[in-house]
Structure formats: structure tokens, C-alpha cells
């Protein structure tokens, strides 16, 4: 920064240097006007004293005349004497009347005594008065009848405000000595008669006489502080008592010779410096903003800098997977939509591939996520030894790809789907560890299976649900009928929402008998659900797109809820309540709570745990081994069984399910179906009842529907039967009554044991 940039650097510092070039400049400006004002008043002084030697001169010719009439007339008088005395008292009338500021003109004699006088009317009263002086300076008149010269006495203030003045003439000299002329008059009027007009209006005149102020009488206030400007003195009768008079400019001609231009160049000059500090003040701050400015500038062009780069890293991270480094779903999308676009007018089949790995929830759980990660690493590298360079893979999120490949044909793009699977058939080993990982693919052809990116990627899922089902390790291509389930299952999960608000679930009853007496020994729970628009939707069915919906929640704490409430009715009417079996989906496992609302329910309805049978099937036992180890324990431990359900369709094995507290197995109906002529049914059952035995677990066969089958079951010392052959799945109300009273399939008990 430079030292000017720091000198204004803030607007307080721009304030402070233009308020100093504020005074800077007043203070220039106001010696300018006072050198003018000076100027101007050296200029007034000269011409004041200009005038007044013109007055001076006036004075001086119009006392001078005076005198020279008095010495006249003392003259005429010691030549006529008094025989002639009425011409000379004519002339001297004459001449007081002429020059009316006398007050009197009078002779005395040698002894002062008054011979005659003419004098104004006023003025008469003070006669004696007005000649008393001639006393007091009755030294100084012996004196002037010797020398001849005329003597002038101090002035006397006489009423009415004015000061007077006598002159006396001595009349004939020495031993001719006759007395004296004495003339008194006024001397204001004397001197506004002696100066000229043309300077009555111009000047203030202010006369002394031995220190005391004559003219003007009594003196105005203004006087006082009135700044004189020129003065002369007169002394006539050279007796060193001088009449000073002293000059000044009256104010109107003060102002009228008085130039404008100090005034003008005070009032232009603060505001010339005012608007100089304005300008200064504006011209550094202007100055400091563009500075602020070109240094927000550059950090503004930095920052555009540093978000293009964030931007550019932002772009990466939200269209890449930091895991693969493959594009991520959002990242795919675009890409797919260039391929989409790029393809048009090309020749061959473009495939859009949903790869999905069977059971990484497993490989994560089991072997963590490290491994898991390390294994979704892998996954591209495996994928790039069968595609093409041209060929797109995608990250979608967890375990799931997307694959696009263009093929001449659709068989290559099938063969391309099958060598996909086939590379994964040998093994990963990561950190020492080996294990195997099978797929499934889904593959929706464009623009067949649809037209836009999110149609095929939805399509393509669609289908690998569809391979999923079927069993996993394969591919399946989306079809038409595929999408119109989807769609179905779309109106479905719909439909449950409002089929819960709307009450149009229930849940039915289905008895479980012993296989050695047929007591009722159990119940297991149900769900049914009457559509409103009159059919029933199969369990199946519904159970599934809830699960697949997220909405198997709110249906499994119903269907738990209603079915513990029935229970704790019926445990009001008979002694010993049948145990209750309910249904647990996965996904009910899967929310962390399950374990905690189940126990706040049976405490609401108090229930021991130990009437209660989990019934969870295999899949979803292996689905997340240690977790739900852990919370199937924890169940276990309250009270509760815990029932294999469907045992013998999945990979089970017994000998896993050593390791989870499982007290029941329950052979699945597919195996009992034709358990009366199938040999091998027969020897599966026959084993499962014997191992489970061994293992001190129970077995309840599913599905029995004849007593051929019931009979089997005997003999393979399977615990306990369930199906159509005692009752179908009833209303509690019926159980109400099973419980109560006989049983109905009381009849069948009896044939079956003779
Ligand atoms: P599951 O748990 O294996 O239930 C037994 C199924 O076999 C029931 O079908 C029952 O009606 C049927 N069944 C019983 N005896 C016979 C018989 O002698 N012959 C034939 N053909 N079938 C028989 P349902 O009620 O249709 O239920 C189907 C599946 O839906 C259930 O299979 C269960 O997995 C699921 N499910 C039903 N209710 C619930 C529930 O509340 N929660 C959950 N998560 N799943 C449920
Ligand atoms: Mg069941
Ligand atoms: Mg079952």
C-alpha cells in the first residue's frame, strides 16, 4: 500500500485531511480579505485625511476671516471712537447678523467692564457670563493690550448644551489702549458653518478644546469606539492650548467608498475552500474505493477462482463415487444420457445393465466393511477383463452397477451379461482372505424397455428383481408383462397405506395340533386383506411389496398388535392358552427396534414371552448372521421361541442353524405336499425330524392336508401338524369357540389313531 493509499486508507483519515485543508484554506482566505481590508482602509485613511486638509484649509480661512473682521472692527472702533459710535454699532449688528454663530460682540474697557453689546437673544441671560473669561484671563489681556495681540479663552459650556468661544481683540496698543473687542460664538455653529458642505455628510468631526470635548455636544456613544482616522490642531492665538480636530468616515460613506471585494473574497473565498475540502474529502475517498475496490477485485477474482475449483472438485464428488472412483448415480445419469444421445443413428443394440452382487449385505456384515469396500474395488477391474473400452460402468450406489454396452446383437449382449457372471465364478482373495460372490443382472434394451435414462435404469431394475427371484447368478431381460407388474406392485404398496388407515386388514387364526393326541397346541397368525374392491389379496403377495416398500413395518406391529390382543382374550377363558405363532418379515428384523416394541407389547397386553413363537425364515436368518444372532438371542433369553419357518426350500443346513437359538423347525409345506408318494420328500422330512430331534429342536410340518400325510409324520416323530386337514386359518371369534369347546377335528383324531 502506498503512503498515500495509507494517508486515506479510511474515510476518517480522508475527513481529517480535508477539514485540515479546510482551515488551510479558510485561513489563507482570511489573510487575503484582511490585506484587502487593510488595503481598503489604508485607502479610506488616505482619503480621510485628504479631506481633512480640506477642512483644515477651511478652518484655518474661516477662522482667519474672522479674526480679521474682529481686528477690522476693533480697528474702525479705536479710529471712530465713541463719537461715532452709532455708525460702528450699525456695521458690527450687521455683522453679527451675517454670521449668526455669533452669540455676542461687545466692547470693554481697559477694566473689562462691558461698554456694549449686541447679542442674540438667547444668549442675553448669560451676558455677564459669556464675557466672565476676560476675567479669568485678565493676565493674559493686560499682556495682549501691550503686544496688540488678540487672546482666546477657554470655552464655556454655556445652557442649551453648546460651548462657546471668545476671542478678545485689544483695541489700540500700549498707552493708546482703549479695551477690548470681545466676540463669543457659538462653536458648533461656527465650525458647521466653516466646513464646506461637501464634506457635512462625508465626515465625523469631533473637536477638543484643552482636553475637553466642544463639538459635537454632548458626544454620541458610537463615538467612544470610533476608530479616528485623521486630525489636525489649531492653535490660533499660539498659546499652546491647540483645538484639535479629529476625522473619521461617516458610515455611509464608509460603505459606499468601502469595496465589496474583501467581502466577496471572504464569503467566495470559505466557500472556495469549502468545496475544496468537499472535492479533497470526495477525491480520496473516491480514491480509497477504488482502492477497496481493486482489492475486492482481485479477492473477488480469487474467490471466482478458488469456487471454479471448488466447483470443479464439487462436480467430481457429486458425479463420482470416492469409493471406485466410477461415476456415481448422479454421474451415470449424465453420462448415460450423452450415450443415449451419441447412439442415435448407430448401428447395433445399446444395453443398459443392473448389476447387483447376491448377498454383499452378508460379505459386509461377516467380513466388514473394509472387505466389502475392498471387494466393490475389485468389482470394475473384474468387469473391465470382459467389456470393451467403450463401455460404461457406473457406480448406482452400494452393491448395485450400472453396465451400458452397444452389441450388433442382442444374443452378444445376453453372452456379455453371462461373461459378466462367469468372471466373478473365480474368487476374490483380498487380505488373505479367499471367498466367492455370485450377481445378478437385470438388462433393459433401448429404446425398446424405454427411451430415457431413469426409464431404462427403472426397467433394468425391474428385471434384476425379477433374476433376484428367480434365484440370483443370472440375468433376465425387462419385458413388457415385467413392467405391468411393476406397475401392479406400484398400485399395490399404495394401496396398503390406505387398506391400514381403512381397516381392511385382519388376521386370522390357523390352528397348530400336536401330532400325538391332535390337541391344539398352537395358533399361528395370518394377515388377510380384503381389497375394497371385494377380492382378497394373496399374503404372498402383499407381504412382499411391503417388505420391498418399507411399509411391512406399520403392517407387522398390526398384525402383532391384533393378534396379542386376541391372545389376551382368549387367555381370559381358558386355563392354559395355546402358544401364538407370528410371522417376523426381514425387514421387520432389519429396524434395530423390533425387539423393544415387541416386549412393550406383550407387557401391554401381559403376555409371557414363553406363548410366543418368532417364526423367521431361513433367508432371513442368514441374511445378517451376527445381528440378528444377537437379537434373536436377546429374544430368546426373555422367554420367547424362535421357529425356522419354511425350513428345507433355501440352502438350509442344520448344522447352521446350531448356532442361533432356535427351538422349532418348521417343514416346509413343499416337502409335505406329496409326502404320501414321494421317497425322497419322505426321506428329507424323516431326516429333518431326526436331526432337528438330535439337536433338541421341535418340528411342526406345514401344508398337511390328508391323514396319509399325518400318518407319515407319526412315524417320522415329527412334533407337531398344521393344515387344511385340521382347519383352514379362522377368525378369532372361531378360535373363541376351538378353545372352549370340542375340537373339530376331533373325528379325525379318532381315524387317525385307529
Ligand atoms: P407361512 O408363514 O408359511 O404360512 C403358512 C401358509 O400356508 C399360509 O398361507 C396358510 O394359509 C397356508 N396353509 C396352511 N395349511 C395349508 C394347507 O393345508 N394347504 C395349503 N395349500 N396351504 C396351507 P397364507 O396365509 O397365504 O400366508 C402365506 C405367507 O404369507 C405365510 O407363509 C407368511 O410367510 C406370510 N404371512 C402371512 N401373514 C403374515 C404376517 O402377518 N407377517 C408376515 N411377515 N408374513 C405373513
Ligand atoms: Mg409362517
Ligand atoms: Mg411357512
Not at 349 to 355: G, K, P, R, V, Y
Not at 399 to 406: G, H, K, R, S, T
Request: aromatic residues 8%; proline residues 3%; hydrophobic residues 45%.
Amino acid at each position: 500500500m502506498s503512503a498515500s493509499e495509507r494517508a486515506s486508507g479510511t474515510p476518517q483519515a480522508a475527513l481529517l485531511l480535508a477539514f485540515l485543508i479546510l482551515i488551510a484554506a479558510l485561513a489563507a482566505n482570511y489573510l487575503f480579505y484582511r490585506s484587502l481590508v487593510d488595503d481598503q482602509d489604508a485607502t479610506l485613511e488616505r482619503h480621510v485625511r485628504q479631506l481633512a486638509e480640506y477642512v483644515h484649509a477651511d478652518m484655518l480661512d474661516g477662522v482667519n476671516e474672522q479674526i480679521l473682521a474682529h481686528q477690522r472692527m476693533a480697528a474702525r472702533f479705536d479710529y471712530h471712537g465713541l463719537e461715532d459710535w452709532s455708525g460702528w454699532q450699525r456695521e458690527v449688528s450687521l455683522f453679527k447678523s451675517h454670521h449668526a454663530f455669533y452669540h455676542a460682540i461687545g466692547v470693554l474697557d481697559p477694566e473689562l467692564e462691558i461698554i456694549w453689546i449686541e447679542q442674540s437673544d438667547a444668549a442675553t441671560s448669560d451676558a455677564r457670563l459669556i464675557f466672565a473669561p476676560a476675567r479669568y484671563h485678565a493676565g493674559a489681556l493686560r499682556e495682549a493690550s501691550q503686544t496688540g495681540e488678540f487672546v482666546i479663552a477657554r470655552p464655556v459650556l454655556i445652557p442649551g448644551g453648546r460651548f462657546t468661544l471668545t476671542f478678545y481683540h485689544p483695541i489700540g496698543v500700549g498707552v493708546a489702549h482703549r479695551g477690548f473687542l470681545a466676540a463669543t460664538f457659538s462653536v458648533p455653529d461656527a465650525v458647521e458653518r466653516m466646513i464646506s458642505d461637501m464634506f457635512r455628510d462625508e465626515l465625523k468631526l469631533r473637536v477638543r478644546s484643552r482636553g475637553e470635548i466642544v463639538f459635537p455636544y454632548p458626544e454620541p456613544d458610537e463615538f467612544n469606539t470610533y476608530q479616528w482616522q485623521a486630525g489636525f490642531a489649531i492653535d490660533l492665538d499660539g498659546d499652546g492650548d491647540a483645538m484639535e480636530f479629529e476625522f473619521g468616515l461617516s458610515e455611509s460613506s464608509r460603505q459606499q467608498y468601502a469595496s465589496a471585494l474583501p467581502r466577496v473574497a471572504i464569503i467566495g473565498g470559505s466557500a472556495v475552500s469549502l468545496l475544496l475540502a468537499i472535492v479533497t474529502f470526495l477525491a480520496l475517498n473516491a480514491g480509497r474505493h477504488a482502492n477497496v475496490l481493486a482489492r475486492s477485485n482481485n479477492r473477488l477474482e480469487q474467490e471466482i477462482r478458488e469456487r471454479e475449483l471448488a466447483e470443479q472438485e464439487m462436480e467430481l464428488l457429486v458425479t463420482h463415487d470416492t469409493l471406485t472412483g466410477l461415476p456415481n448415480r448422479t454421474g451415470s445419469t449424465r453420462y448415460l444420457e450423452r450415450i443415449l444421445a451419441d447412439s442415435e443413428g448407430e448401428k447395433g443394440q445399446l444395453a443398459l445393465m443392473f448389476f447387483d452382487l447376491d448377498q454383499f449385505k452378508d460379505i459386509n456384515d461377516s467380513l466388514g466393511h473394509q472387505l466389502g469396500d475392498q471387494l466393490l474395488c475389485e468389482i470394475p477391474r473384474r468387469l473391465a477383463t470382459v467389456l470393451k473400452d467403450r463401455d460404461f460402468v457406473g457406480r448406482h450406489g452400494g452393491d448395485e452397477f450400472l453396465i451400458a454396452a452397444i452389441r450388433p446383437l442382442r444374443e452378444d449382449i445376453e453372452q456379455l451379461a453371462i461373461n459378466i457372471l462367469r468372471s466373478l465364478d473365480h474368487g476374490f482373495a483380498i487380505d488373505d482372505n479367499r471367498f466367492f460372490v455370485s450377481a445378478s443382472i437385470g438388462i433393459a434394451y433401448y429404446s425398446e424397455s424405454g427411451e430415457t435414462v431413469a426409464d431404462l435404469i427403472q426397467n433394468a431394475d425391474t428385471a434384476l428383481f425379477k433374476a433376484k427371484n428367480a434365484g440370483r447368478n443370472q440375468f433376465a431381460v425387462f419385458t413388457r408383462e415385467m413392467f405391468s407388474q411393476a406397475q401392479h406392485r406400484l398400485n399395490l404398496s399404495r394401496d396398503i397405506r390406505h387398506a391400514l388407515d381403512a381397516g381392511q386388514f385382519r388376521v386370522v387364526y390357523q390352528p397348530i395340533v400336536s401330532v400325538k393326541d391332535l390337541s391344539l397346541v398352537g395358533l399361528e397368525a395370518l394377515l388377510r386383506w380384503q381389497h375394497e374392491k371385494g377380492y382378497q389379496v394373496p399374503p404372498q403377495e402383499f407381504i412382499r411389496v411391503a417388505e420391498e416398500t418399507g411399509v411391512i413395518g406399520r403392517l407387522g406391529e398390526f398384525a402383532l398388535e391384533r393378534a396379542l390382543s386376541d391372545l389376551a382374550e382368549w387367555k381370559k377363558s381358558v386355563k392354559q392358552p395355546p402358544g401364538l405363532a407370528v410371522n417376523v418379515s426381514g425387514a421387520q428384523v432389519r429396524e434395530g427396534d423390533f425387539a423393544e416394541k415387541l416386549s412393550m407389547l406383550l407387557h401391554r397386553y401381559r403376555i409371557q414371552p414363553e406363548l410366543i413363537h418368532l417364526e423367521i425364515t431361513e433367508e432371513v436368518l442368514i441374511e445378517n448372521l451376527m445381528r440378528n444372532r444377537r437379537m434373536l438371542e436377546k429374544l430368546n433369553d426373555i422367554g420367547m421361541r424362535i421357529v425356522v419357518d419354511d425350513f428345507g426350500v433355501g440352502y438350509s443346513s442344520l448344522a447352521y442353524l446350531k448356532n442361533f437359538p432356535i427351538s422349532v423347525v418348521k417343514i416346509d409345506r413343499g416337502f409335505i405336499q406329496d409326502l404320501a408318494d414321494d421317497h425322497e420328500d419322505q426321506a428329507i422330512t424323516r431326516t429333518i425330524c431326526s436331526l432337528a430331534g438330535d439337536l433338541g429342536m421341535q418340528t411342526v410340518a406345514e401344508g398337511v392336508e390328508r391323514l396319509d400325510q399325518l400318518e407319515l409324520l407319526r412315524q417320522f416323530k415329527c412334533d407337531f401338524a398344521q393344515g387344511f386337514l385340521f382347519s383352514r386359518p379362522v377368525e378369532a371369534e372361531a378360535i373363541s369357540t376351538m378353545l372352549t369347546g370340542e375340537l373339530p377335528w376331533r373325528n379325525v383324531a379318532t381315524e387317525a389313531h385307529q
